[in-house]
């Protein structure tokens, strides 16, 4: 029997690659998942991608009692990876308190868990949003970080604090934070990606989606930035790379080789790549164009920002291999096998 591993928010977009990740790698998952942004069928495709099916528990981790009876009946857990959290950045304007709420109780309550099951080993999905617009770039994990544009950005600089604090008043749990850049991209198998649920906010599935002709045309928020072709620039990153990443970090943690109790790293490619840009890559990956318009900047987009990827490449010894072209045609792939397009 492999090492055992919760993953919460295991059936979610980066989840669920994840748990792929670790399975091929003889790791045994166990995910929490209250299915409130995904759906039970993921469970199924990633048994369809690996052969195993992971054990599956479906709940709210908010839920305290279920919780700890969770922990109760498996006690042979060695390391969590908590994805399960709200993402809507335009949302969490709207929800403050919901989005406080869910992504930061639910952290609390993991780490009380941890120190109360004795289980040590903690890897947490940040985001580059802690940098806001930053001073230089490319960005390093050195990089001050800025006021977060939004109460979803302010929940993943908070639960950083938190981890930092929690560290070092309890020495039984080390974790690593990785701070995400822009994830996009399907599992090359096209039976995982991303489900938005309605409008989609991001730009990928944005593309894919008008692609694919369920949106008209797709609005470019933006082509007067201080950019070389006037639209924002980012750093996308392929969503199994990513999920490589957690693998990665997950045996740091087991094999003890963190150098701090507290760690964060930021996963991206290190290149920046322009909202026009992805469009091109996307229609010469896919040789299917994309209806789009330029409209005015959306309220709160930062001009640019992309990854310094050192650490992640010399400490962590990971790197991003997907290229950019690769990954558009496996965001198509998905598009397009659910929804019956030939
Ligand atoms: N964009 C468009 N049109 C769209 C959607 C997006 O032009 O329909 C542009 C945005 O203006 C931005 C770029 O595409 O320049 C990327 O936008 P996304 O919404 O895909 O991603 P963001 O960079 O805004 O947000 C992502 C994650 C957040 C995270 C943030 C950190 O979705 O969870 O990065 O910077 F907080």
């Known amino acids: 029997m492999g090492r055992q591993v919760l993953v919460t928010g295991g059936t979610g977009y980066i989840g669920s690659h994840t748990v792929v990740e670790l399975q091929s790698k003889g790791f045994e998952v166990i995910i929490i998942d209250d299915l409130s942004n995904s759906s039970a069928e993921v469970v199924d495709q990633i048994e369809k ?31 969590i990876i908590h994805f399960a959290a709200f993402k809507a950045v335009g949302e969490s304007v709207n929800k403050p308190l919901a989005y406080y709420q869910n992504n930061l109780i639910s952290l609390m309550y993991i780490l009380e868990c941890m120190s109360r099951y004795k289980i040590s080993n903690l890897v947490f999905s940040s985001s580059c949003t802690v940098y806001g617009q930053p001073d230089q770039l490319p960005v390093t994990e050195q990089t001050p970080k800025k006021e977060a544009e939004s109460p979803y950005g302010n929940t993943k600089a908070i639960s950083e604090e938190i981890l930092n604090d929690v560290v070092k008043a309890t020495p039984e749990i080390t974790a690593i934070a ?59 990153i392929n969503v199994v790379d990513l999920a490589k990443a957690h693998v990665v970090a997950i045996n740091r943690l087991l094999d003890n080789k963190t150098k701090s109790r507290y760690e964060f790293f930021n996963i991206g490619t290190g290149k920046g790549a322009s909202v ?15 209806n789009y318009t330029i409209v005015a900047r959306r309220p709160g987009d930062i001009e640019q920002i992309y990854a310094d990827t050192t650490n992640a490449n010399k400490i962590l010894g990971w790197k991003a291999e997907v290229s950019l072209h690769d990954t558009l045609l496996s965001a198509w792939n998905w598009e397009k096998k659910i929804r019956n397009i030939n």
């Not at 369920?214 to 201080?226: A, C, N, V, W």
């Not at 840009?277 to 990956?285: D, H, P, S």
């Open 276 to 290: 026009l840009e992805v469009v091109k890559t996307f229609e010469k990956a896919t040789g299917v164009k994309v």
């Open 178 to 236: 990785l701070r995400y850049f822009n994830p996009i991209g399907a599992h090359p198998s096209s039976l995982i990606g991303e489900l938005p649920q309605g409008v989609p906010n991001n730009l990928v599935p944005f593309i894919t989606q008008t692609a694919a002709g369920i949106r008209p045309q797709l609005s470019i928020f933006g082509d007067d930035y201080q950019t070389p072709d006037g639209s924002c620039i980012r750093d996308y």
């Open 49 to 79: 991608i690996t052969g195993i099916r992971p054990l599956f528990e479906q709940f709210n981790l908010l839920d305290a009692k279920r919780l700890n009876t969770f922990f109760q009946k498996y006690n042979h857990i060695e390391a």
